[in-house]
């Protein structure tokens, strides 16, 4: 559920950044991208601790 919410809170900051700048607020502007940044490191951290990184399991040592 957390992950889908990310993925929306970063597809909805993307609009407002591309779509609305021109007739957009500067706050909402700001926020917006803040917005994108902290989803983009929310599903990373996702995509790393759901075990997709076969690094991990496969030490060369």
């Given at each position: ?21 021109a ?6 502007l ?23 990184n076969?690094?991990r ?5």
């Amino acid at each position: 559920m957390l992950m889908w919410s990310t993925v929306v809170t970063f597809l909805l900051s993307l609009i407002a950044i591309g779509l609305l700048r021109a007739s957009a607020p500067s706050w909402l502007l700001s926020g917006a991208e803040l917005a994108a940044v902290i989803s983009v490191f929310a599903l990373v951290c996702f995509l790393e601790s759901s075990g997709g990184n076969t690094d991990r399991s496969n030490p060369t040592g």
